[in-house]
């Protein structure tokens, strides 16, 4: 019971993660406007992909009892501060913005390698967890690329 109890906290915190990950980028698009519009498409394709791999993982907690989490979490919410902080004192600085979202992107990275050392995370979740750290990997070295083309 313990371990489907940590089980479901783990999944609910990658579920934070990824509603971390959606407010940044629809953050990032409001700070966008009058820039690329071809970086907002870029965006709202890494909001789509973060609301697949949170309702995955909110399927996964429900199978095993539990309630998905909502909201998103303290780091997250520090970190959209610290980017509306920086945006004044910057601008709207596309090179500043994807700098901002690479940052989210290693915070992502982070949370899924904490989750796959969770020795009572069952090997089927840690597959699926897995595949979906490699998704966000790729989302990470797109935008990291993205960035490095602006500087």
Wanted: aromatic share 4%; proline share 1%; hydrophobic share 35%.
């Amino acid at each position: 019971m313990e371990n489907k109890n940590e089980t479901i906290e783990t999944l609910n915190d990658l579920i934070m993660i990824n509603n971390d990950r959606i407010a940044g980028y629809e953050k990032a698009i409001e700070e966008l406007k009058g820039h690329d519009t071809d970086l907002s498409v870029t965006f709202e394709k890494m909001i789509d992909e973060s609301r697949e791999l949170r309702n995955a993982l909110g399927r996964e907690v429900q199978v095993l009892g539990g309630e998905m989490a909502e909201g998103t979490m303290a780091s997250g919410k520090i970190y959209r501060a610290w980017m509306d902080v920086k945006a004044l004192f910057t601008g709207h600085d596309v090179h500043s913005i994807l700098s901002n979202c690479e940052a989210g992107e290693d915070a992502a990275q982070r949370a899924y390698q904490d989750a796959l050392t969770e020795e009572h995370i069952p090997h089927y979740l840690k597959d699926m967890i897995r595949e979906q750290q490699e998704l966000l990997r790729s989302a990470h070295d797109e935008i990291k690329n993205l960035r490095n083309q602006i500087a």
